[in-house]
């Protein structure tokens, strides 16, 4: 009973170690997730409006041709898979790769562009063909990592090396909620007007051509960064909601335990009077 008692203190006391690492690190989430929301609370209305415009600039180029405009059979596709560097965030890395693992049909024919260490590794393991690699911006990603991001899958396309590129994040919904959401970036595609009117006509000066070398490259670098953005929040918010949970069930652990300490407690006292009353009447 004695040994009982003296393992349920070293599970307590290995468990409070534990708790005490969770709720630093559920305190260090909240406060990354406040500096996430912020920046995607300001971020958020620019590349929404950014891309939405060039949508509607781009949904009027009937009969324009442009590499990136130009619609083929898909034989290969590419994939911008955003995920994490570090794990301890829920199911917020595993979601997204399942998503992204759902939608490709045949491995030998899918490309991996990989954003963050733990995307890398899981396709990396399972022999995937990565062909770019963007570590260490999940939390704070810059315009510059989506520009680097964007040329290189622009340039996959352009050399017909894929016929498909897709983006797969994390939208930011709420700190407890984050949905994994697959857009399709390459070829552009026209947006769908609700209203069958008429269309803007828009005259493109010096040439169509050299306005969309401009535009949509733009388009597909902003709505990256959108992309990053979001993902970044929605990590810092399941890594919060993730830590607190942890918190909770180490509480509860040791409360067990403490209970069941105090049992035993109780039963070895129990047990000494016993024999101590026993001694006494068989010295009667």
């Known amino acids: 009973m004695a040994q009982s008692m003296k393992d349920i203190k ?29 920046k ?21 180029t009937t009969g324009i041709r442009h590499p990136l405009l130009e619609k083929r059979e898909v034989k290969n596709k590419a994939f911008i898979v955003i995920t994490g560097d ?11 790769i399942k998503l992204a693992e759902s939608q490709i049909d045949d491995k030998e024919r899918a490309v991996i562009l990989a954003v963050g260490l733990k995307g890398r590794d899981y396709f990396k393991r399972r022999d995937y063909n990565i062909v770019g690699e963007f570590l260490n911006i999940s939390e704070e990603p810059q315009f510059i990592d989506a520009s680097s991001i964007g040329s290189l899958a622009i340039e996959l396309y ?24 697959i857009l399709k970036l390459l070829p552009v595609e026209n947006i769908e007007e609700e209203d069958k009117g008429p269309r803007t006509l828009i005259e493109y000066e010096p040439s169509p051509e050299v306005v969309l070398d401009y535009l949509i490259p733009k388009y597909i670098h902003s709505a990256i ?11 810092q918010g ?34 000494e009077i016993s024999e101590i009353v026993g001694g006494a009447e068989a010295l009667k």
């Not at 995607?40 to 600039?57: G, H, N």
């Not at 570090?86 to 997204?96: C, E, K, M, Q």
């Not at 017909?160 to 984050?178: H, I, P």
Request: net charge positive; aromatic share 6%.
């Open 86 to 96: 570090r794990g301890l965030a829920g199911g917020y890395n595993s979601n997204v």
């Open 40 to 60: 995607l609370e300001m971020t958020r209305p620019y590349y929404q409006t950014l891309v939405r415009s060039i949508r509607e600039i781009l949904s009027s």
């Open 158 to 181: 352009k050399d017909g090396k894929v016929d498909e590129v897709n983006l797969v994040y994390t939208r930011f919904k709420s700190a407890m909620s984050q949905e994994p959401t």
């Open 238 to 271: 399941a890594r919060r909601t993730a830590m607190e949970s942890a918190t909770d069930n180490a509480e509860e652990m040791i409360e067990d335990l403490a209970l069941k300490y105090n049992r035993a407690r109780q039963a070895s006292i129990t047990q």
């Open 225 to 235: 960064y959108g992309a990053l953005i979001e993902s970044s929040a929605s990590e």
């Open 10 to 38: 070293r599970r307590i006391r290995s468990i409070s170690s534990t708790k005490q690492i969770t709720k630093a690190m559920e305190l260090v989430a909240s406060a990354k997730l406040r500096k996430a929301r912020q």
